[in-house]
């Protein structure tokens, strides 16, 4: 009896060691499970669990500027870097005041963002010159090397790259539809803010191709939106067709030089789409979106690990005629075949 007692507690202390051991093991299992987890989702977080933040100066609100800096968000969207979940904006608007551009760049030189986005001309200049230690992306500037915003297009390096908003094709090509299409036309009316570099620069190429057709061009220069309106009106009578470049100041009041086009029966043209889409009768030009959509591309290869000095500068390389038939003929334009044929993609740029 003693011997079967004794061999009842040697089995039972044996289960007792093996469970023990039994246990053990699957302890280190479990542990090894967690570490697994842990670098399973280190991997995934550890590939990017960042918030990133991004600050944006912009120098005013209006159509073609606030669609650059949607497409520009978008495109980060689209690569994974979402606006309240891994991405943080700082967006900055100068309101149009110069006095506003420093103050603004010296916030963000401060907040060291992971990357910075300067929207038109005036204020990415001083942009620039405050933010020096961290990337700096542009968009909607017209010559970012006039401007002093990089020494060159190609791999311009030091902080800064982004994108030019101007093919000077674009405005030759223009012109040249005025002087073909339009043979009435013996001077172009400009209207003009020439404290703009980019409308300066867009004015010469204008200027350069309507001599070769010996059109001239009539500048009516404005300081502030309020002058536009009678800027426009100063150009009755003396001019049989109206031209604006992509100048910040003019394109905030395009509709009161619509109002003197349509009155008057005068051939308005922009240098961009939005104002030919408010009631221009044309441009050529682009997609101010998908200008903005090509610089977030930008910013997600610099997010990860790009340089922007070894990034070209770009500009737009898919130009195309964009007309408005109703524009016409509010401005007793008739619209020909021949001017139809000059757009290529009817379906999106022939606007009824």
Known sequence: MKKKTMLVILLAAV???????????GGKSNEGGAAGEG???GGAAGGDDKVYNIAISQIVEHPSLDSTRLGFIKALEDAGYVEGTNLKIDYNNAQGDPNNFKPIAEKIASNKPDLALGIATPNTQVLVDEVKDIPVLFAAVTDPVDS????QLEAPGGNVTGASDTNPDAIVQTMDFIAKELGEVKNVGLIIDESQDNAVYMSKVA???LAVHNIKLVKAAVANVSDIQQAAQSLVGRVEAIYITLDNTVVQGVESIIDVANANDIPFFSADRDSV??????TVGFKYYDHGYEVGQMAVEILKGKNPGEMNVTKPQKLDFIMNLKAAEE??????DEMKAYVKDAENNLIK
């Open 39 to 41: 670098a399973a989702n």
């Open 277 to 282: 889409e408010k009631g221009a009768f044309a």
């Open 331 to 336: 401005q007793g334009i008739t619209v020909t």
């Open 207 to 209: 200027e350069e191709a």
């Open 15 to 25: 289960m007792v060691i093996m469970a023990a051991c039994g246990g053990g093991n």
């Open 148 to 151: 002093g915003i990089v020494s």
